[in-house]
């Protein structure tokens, strides 16, 4: 009986990788929300949307800020660049809206948007480097719990 558990977890990791495989490549070429365009038409736009993060009080979560922004980048290079390191960008401006909804956003109130922005900002200004792009708030929301 203990070795057919055993073979069966062997199969299962053996198996795991073909199973957590990307799906073929069916010619979709953008990766970003659909609804980018709908903000604004602006070639310099880059589009990042999902940032969530929970809001906590010691144990307790009291609910949850969804941040969907983007990037004004006008130069053509810097753009390219932004593009090509996408997830960075996101875990950098992922990380400060956690930062911000743990440790700054007051439970109850609307949330700061000039803080959460320049906080984002400075996060992005550590990859891309300072001035060669803004971070543009799309929505800040907060669904309490």
């Known amino acids: 009986m203990r070795a057919a558990v055993i073979a069966s977890f062997i199969l299962l990791a053996v198996q795991s990788p073909a199973a957590l495989a990307a799906p073929p490549d069916k010619g979709l070429k953008d990766e970003t929300d659909p609804t980018a365009n709908r903000i604004t038409g602006a070639e310099t736009y880059v589009p990042t949307f999902g940032l969530l993060a929970s809001i906590t009080r010691g144990v307790t979560v009291k609910g ?82």
């Open 64 to 145: 949850t800020l969804t941040v969907d922004a983007g990037l004004d980048v006008p130069d053509p290079k810097v753009r390219k660049r932004a593009e090509a390191i996408r997830p960075r960008l996101f875990s950098e401006m992922r990380q400060s809206v956690l930062l911000y909804a743990e440790l700054s956003y007051i439970v109850g109130n609307s949330p700061d948007v000039d803080l959460l922005r320049s906080r984002m900002q400075k996060a992005v200004d550590g990859v891309l480097g300072p001035g060669t792009s803004k971070v543009v708030l799309a929505s800040v929301i907060v669904m309490p719990r």
